[in-house]
């Protein structure tokens, strides 16, 4: 094979593979005996014919695209060896040119995986929050922990109120007729929760254990084709109530807690929260040094390199889900999820895009730094990764090998790299008020 006329523009790049007459000959009686057992010709036994009687009866390019089909391949990984191009996605065949000699020469287009400019990545200045928790912060957090410690108390000698959760069977007639999915027995429904078509639960207020009653309801316009706008009348049958009791807020709350006191819980709610706020602190620090960095670089990203890492957030967010299966096209698995290209674009894309950035900036510190790993920094590494998975290290060693690892580990210390030198300033002032 001959590798000829590489041309390169921003990030594609076009090159030609030429292969030699006795290849492309070799390629055409190998798909000459790959298929003559399904060709039937008059006077021989399927599967019989001679590959010159064939080609005279179907042409002698009857092989032709079999042929080059199975040297395109080879062809491309030739080109790409000599060319020693660093490529993303896959390859497209613009042309392919059969001479009268009987060479090939096939033209291929290639993404090029792209070339970093890097800009200021160390000591970046970037504003860091500190979010201090506030009386109305622990107080949320306590009625929170009430409500999970919240216990159901029956209802006894008066009607049913917003907030109380019936036990009710009910039955729905549209012109006297009961229609589909309008009936339940027993069915638990909290009043005011908004989980009824409108009215219902407004018109069940006011009800008593035992009671019946006919609510008229008017089904909203936006509703099921069948029952929208139409006016029904739901029988219901009011059978149980009751109500949720939370725990007084006390020293008493406070033991089953776990504390001698309230004010000794408040205290470690305080800590805990702060403790959080903190780290979301820390965490939108690190996120917003990391977009600075990525800003400061100079790269132009070829569409295929997004797209890519948007179907691995697909995927791996449907894997979550046990939608695991490779074979599902990456459109019948947005199908399947109802994600549709405004979705993708306004959520999806944007991550897709900064993730991209952000693998092409640490590869390229790792690189402008001559970043190294020691033996030792390398086993504790492992260490930390076998801790994390509850492993072994020599399995992790095993399962994901050494060179991965290590490169793993040169991106760790250039991630580090950013967030340890970058300088926390002040916020400004109308984002503090904020």
Same mark, same amino acid.
Do not use: W
């Given at each position: 094979?001959?590798?000829?006329?590489?041309?390169? *523009?921003? #990030?594609?790049?076009?090159?030609? %593979? =030429?292969?030699? $007459? +006795?290849?492309?000959?070799?390629? &055409? !009686?190998?798909?000459?005996?790959?298929?003559?057992?399904?060709?039937?010709?008059?006077?021989?036994?399927?599967?019989?014919?001679?590959?010159?009687?064939?080609?005279?009866?179907?042409?002698?390019?009857?092989?032709?695209?079999?042929?080059?089909?199975?040297?395109?391949?080879?062809?491309?990984?030739?080109?790409?060896?000599?060319?020693?191009?660093?490529?993303?996605?896959?390859?497209?065949?613009?042309?392919?040119?059969?001479?009268?000699?009987?060479?090939?020469?096939?033209?291929?287009?290639?993404?090029?995986?792209?070339?970093?400019?890097?800009?200021?990545?160390?000591?970046?200045?970037?504003?860091?929050?500190?979010?201090?928790?506030?009386?109305?912060?622990?107080?949320?957090?306590?009625?929170?922990?009430? *409500?999970? #410690?919240?216990?159901?108390?029956? %209802? =006894?000698?008066? $009607? +049913?109120?917003?907030?109380?959760? &019936? !036990?009710?069977?009910?039955?729905?007639?549209?012109?006297?007729?009961?229609?589909?999915?309008?009936?339940?027995?027993?069915?638990?429904?909290?009043?005011?929760?908004?989980?009824?078509?409108?009215?219902?639960?407004?018109?069940?207020?006011?009800?008593?254990?035992?009671?019946?009653?006919?609510?008229?309801?008017?089904?909203?316009?936006?509703?099921?084709?069948?029952?929208?706008?139409?006016?029904?009348?739901?029988?219901?049958?009011?059978?149980?109530?009751?109500?949720?009791?939370?725990?007084?807020?006390?020293?008493?709350?406070?033991?089953?807690?776990?504390?001698?006191?309230?004010?000794?819980?408040?205290?470690?709610?305080?800590?805990?929260?702060?403790?959080?706020?903190?780290?979301?602190?820390?965490?939108?620090?690190?996120?917003?040094?990391?977009?600075?960095?990525?800003?400061?670089?100079?790269?132009?990203?070829?569409? &295929?390199?997004?797209?890519?890492?948007?179907?691995?957030?697909?995927?791996?967010?449907?894997?979550?889900?046990?939608?695991?299966?490779?074979?599902?096209?990456?459109?019948?698995?947005?199908?399947?999820?109802?994600?549709?290209?405004?979705?993708?674009?306004?959520?999806?894309?944007?991550?897709?895009?900064?993730?991209?950035?952000?693998?092409?900036?640490?590869?390229?510190?790792?690189?402008?730094?001559?970043?190294?790993?020691?033996?030792?920094?390398?086993?504790?590494?492992?260490?930390?990764?076998?801790?994390?998975?509850?492993?072994?290290?020599?399995?992790?060693?095993?399962?994901?090998?050494?060179?991965?690892?290590?490169?793993?580990?040169?991106?760790?210390?250039?991630?580090?790299?950013?967030?340890?030198?970058?300088?926390?300033?002040?916020?400004?002032?109308?984002?503090?008020?904020?």
């Amino acid at each position: 094979m001959i590798f000829k006329n590489l041309e390169k *523009k921003e #990030n594609t790049a076009q090159f030609q %593979v =030429e292969s030699d $007459a +006795a290849e492309f000959e070799a390629a &055409v !009686n190998g798909a000459y005996l790959q298929n003559k057992k399904s060709i039937a010709i008059p006077g021989f036994r399927k599967g019989k014919a001679p590959r010159a009687v064939i080609e005279g009866m179907y042409g002698a390019e009857v092989f032709y695209q079999d042929a080059m089909d199975e040297l395109a391949p080879k062809a491309f990984e030739f080109g790409l060896k000599e060319s020693e191009l660093r490529i993303v996605g896959a390859p497209s065949i613009t042309d392919i040119d059969v001479t009268d000699e009987k060479t090939v020469c096939y033209t291929f287009a290639v993404s090029l995986y792209p070339e970093v400019k890097l800009g200021q990545y160390k000591e970046l200045e970037v504003e860091k929050h500190h979010r201090e928790v506030t009386d109305e912060d622990v107080a949320r957090e306590l009625e929170e922990a009430r *409500k999970r #410690n919240a216990r159901m108390v029956g %209802v =006894e000698g008066r $009607a +049913a109120q917003m907030g109380d959760t &019936v !036990n009710i069977d009910f039955d729905g007639y549209l012109d006297g007729v009961r229609f589909d999915g309008g009936k339940a027995e027993d069915y638990s429904l909290e009043l005011g929760s908004h989980s009824f078509v409108p009215g219902f639960e407004e018109q069940v207020v006011g009800m008593n254990i035992g009671e019946e009653k006919d609510l008229d309801i008017t089904f909203p316009e936006e509703y099921t084709p069948e029952l929208a706008g139409k006016a029904v009348v739901f029988k219901v049958k009011l059978n149980d109530m009751s109500y949720t009791e939370l725990p007084e807020l006390d020293d008493e709350f406070a033991k089953d807690a776990g504390f001698d006191t309230l004010d000794a819980y408040k205290e470690d709610v305080r800590k805990n929260l702060q403790e959080s706020f903190d780290e979301q602190d820390e965490a939108q620090f690190r996120s917003d040094a990391m977009t600075k960095a990525c800003e400061n670089m100079e790269v132009s990203i070829p569409d &295929v390199m997004v797209d890519d890492k948007v179907e691995e957030i697909i995927r791996n967010y449907a894997a979550n889900f046990g939608m695991s299966d490779r074979s599902i096209s990456i459109d019948k698995l947005k199908e399947m999820m109802g994600l549709t290209d405004e979705v993708l674009n306004a959520g999806i894309r944007p991550g897709a895009l900064l993730q991209v950035k952000s693998d092409l900036l640490i590869e390229a510190i790792v690189k402008a730094e001559d970043i190294q790993v020691s033996e030792e920094e390398l086993n504790e590494y492992v260490e930390k990764v076998a801790k994390s998975v509850d492993g072994k290290p020599e399995e992790i060693r095993e399962y994901f090998g050494e060179e991965f690892i290590t490169s793993e580990k040169r991106k760790e210390k250039a991630t580090a790299l950013i967030f340890d030198t970058a300088v926390a300033t002040e916020p400004k002032e109308e984002e503090k008020a904020e």
